[in-house]
């Protein structure tokens, strides 16, 4: 397995200070920059934030037969105790349901949605692949928070994935509201990487993936980087997207609320940013978590679009 210069070094002794981030933040380039559904107002957007928030993008028809699925996955007794469903650490229910879309026909097929696609290959600059599929789930008054990270530092330093090449596209599953535990970001906060201290345990996804201690940025850099971008908790109905920039914070509270909340991940990696060794000198976790094998380019899976079917960029 290769192994390339460390640009982003952390699970550190001590404190350090923050990086700029070397990487662009859309990958396409000169004429190319325009070869997508994403305009240029959206593409600075991106850049300015580092992400994307798209109200409605899906119809609430369009996907609740996915939570339905999620419903049956979850009574799949052999499945609920496999490593790659995780159990929330206070209540016992459903936390993450890791590859889902090797799991499930439909699920594969919406990976390769022209809509979803066409934007994160623009914004990558090229073909990409999945490196990591979940369903994150918060029971009504029970569904635990998830701390303040940048998923790149983890997928860096316990995956191997060399630059910030990758998007996250959530889709929700639920209506995201104020009350249950809605995703926050840190606009701005993709610019600079954090490095975060503590060495990486053996095994250390299997106790993150329901507490996460390790891989958390200390909270001063927090603080100034939430002074400098504010924070912004983007919420609307079931079928909205979230596309953020792997390097951008995010967290969620716990959902004290009654409504339950469920996400669709679909994490996209560039073909030209394929994993080596973990930069943290641990060993690789399984391939439900980071992609090694499976990384062929996708390809688009046509389908007829919907009449109320439309784009809503959240701005400021």
Known sequence: MLQR???????????????????????????????????????????????????????????????????????????????????????????????????????????????????????????????????????????????????????HAEDGMPEMRAVSASLMLTDNSPFNGPLMLIPGSHDYFVPCVGRTPADNWKQSLKDQSIGVPDRSHIAALAERGGIEAPTGPAGSLLLFECNTLHASNSNMSPWPRANLFFVYNSVENQLVEPFSGSAARPEFLGARKNVKPLTMQERHVEADETQHVYSN
Do not use: C
């Not at 640009?7 to 990958?27: G, I």
């Not at 799949?76 to 206070?90: F, G, H, M, R």
């Open 5 to 155: 210069t460390d640009f982003y070094p952390s699970r550190l002794d001590s404190p350090a200070d923050r990086l700029r981030r070397t990487a662009p933040t859309v990958h396409a380039q000169g004429p190319k920059r325009w070869q997508g559904p994403l305009d240029e107002q959206s593409l600075a957007r991106f850049e300015r934030d580092g992400f994307l928030w798209f109200d409605g993008f899906f119809s609430r028809d369009r996907v609740t037969p996915f939570l339905d699925e999620l419903q049956e996955l979850a009574k799949d007794t052999a499945l609920a105790n496999s490593e790659q469903v995780i159990k929330d650490p206070q209540s016992g229910d459903l936390r993450s349901v890791f590859a889902m879309h090797e799991l499930s026909e439909r699920f594969d097929q919406l990976t390769r949605d022209p809509r979803i696609l066409g934007m994160v290959q623009q914004l990558l600059g090229g073909d990409v692949y999945i490196h990591q599929s979940r369903i994150n789930s918060k029971t009504g008054f029970a569904g635990s928070g998830f701390e303040w990270h940048s998923d790149f530092e983890t997928w």
